[in-house]
């Protein structure tokens, strides 16, 4: 899977559920909530105070090992 700023936390979750260890190690310890299933990655960055390119790039870095 190809990540981008638009994708939605609950598509990660429900294709790469392995991913969540790395969402929740910068800072989005909330992504087992209903509400953050429907945010993108870049809405949950902007709420978290986090650096959506950071993050994009560590899952889409992940995936190319």
């Known amino acids: 899977m190809k990540y981008n700023k638009d994708t939605k936390i609950?598509?990660?979750?429900?294709?790469?559920?392995?991913?969540?260890?790395l969402l929740i190690e910068a800072g989005m310890h909330c992504i087992g909530c209903p509400a953050s299933q429907g945010e993108t990655l870049e809405e949950a960055c902007?709420?978290?105070?986090?650096?959506?390119?950071?993050?994009?790039?560590?899952?889409?870095?992940?995936?190319?090992?």
């Open 46 to 65: 902007m709420i978290h105070g986090i650096d959506v390119n950071d993050i994009v790039d560590e899952l889409n870095e992940e995936d190319e090992e």
């Open 10 to 21: 609950g598509e990660i979750l429900e294709k790469t559920p392995e991913k969540a260890e």
